[in-house]
């Protein structure tokens, strides 16, 4: 099946740093999203971006579907960013539409 | 809009017994995913339904099982428990089957003892 990798797995930083975080696939994928896991558990949408460019406040993600990577930047980092980033593609397959979650990212963001 | 809402928050359950877990997806949302995520590992794809059909299914044992509702809600049932059953279950929703965007619920966080 499809391989999700995502670099750094952790990442500190001083409040106001900028980052950017990587996912890389195996395969041609159909869908692949962004999410922020908070302490509790939740799953908050960032990015649906199967390709192309989005921006969202100070966080911003591009693929590049033909090369199979994607990059999500957070700028001037704060304290209420921390948490785990996980990268989630769905494969090209017919019928359905399964998310295939990378490791995650666990980034710190210190005072 | 109410998001994805999931029931019950938490749960203690012990080895051999059986859970329901229940999810009801965003207004309009036809599509119900379910995801286990053991600590330190992202979320894994345990079934998708849409239409009260079952569409996908990932690689977890016939302990698992799962439906769709005529409003669209969803549960998830798990037989004969074990330790490493515990996790957190979490339910997505989409408008249909493709590439569509899937939004999370807040998780239900079973511990097996």
Redesign the interface.
């Known amino acids: 099946g499809i391989q999700?990798e995502q670099s750094p797995p952790d990442l500190i930083l001083q409040e106001g740093a900028n980052s950017t975080l990587r996912c890389n696939f195996s395969d041609s994928v159909?869908?692949l999203?962004w999410?922020h896991q908070n302490p509790?558990?939740?799953?908050i949408?960032l990015f649906?971006i199967?390709s192309g460019t989005k921006q969202n406040g100070r966080l911003s993600a591009t693929t590049v579907a033909t090369e199979r990577y994607s990059l999500l930047y957070i700028s001037s980092s704060q304290t209420t960013d921390s948490g785990v980033y996980?990268c989630?593609v769905?494969p090209f397959q017919g019928?359905?539409?399964?998310?295939?979650?990378?490791?995650?990212t666990k980034l710190t963001v210190n005072p | 809009d109410a998001g994805v809402t999931q029931s019950p928050t938490h749960l203690i359950k012990t080895r051999g017994q059986h859970v329901t877990l229940r999810c009801s997806p965003i207004s309009g949302h036809k599509s119900v995913s379910w995801y286990q995520q053991v600590l330190g590992q992202g979320p894994q794809f345990i079934f998708q339904y849409y239409e009260k059909e079952e569409r996908g299914r990932g690689n977890f044992p016939d302990r698992f099982s799962a439906r769709q509702f005529p409003n669209y809600s969803s549960e998830l049932n798990v037989n004969a428990l074990l330790l490493g059953d515990s996790a957190l279950y979490l339910c997505a929703s989409s408008l249909s089957v493709g590439s569509d965007e899937q939004f999370f619920g807040p998780g239900t966080r079973l511990t097996v003892l």
Not at chain 1, 95 to 104: A, D, I, P, R, T
């Open positions: 999700v159909n869908n999203q999410f509790w558990g939740q799953l949408n649906y199967p996980f989630a769905a019928g359905s539409e399964k998310l295939v979650f990378g490791k995650g």
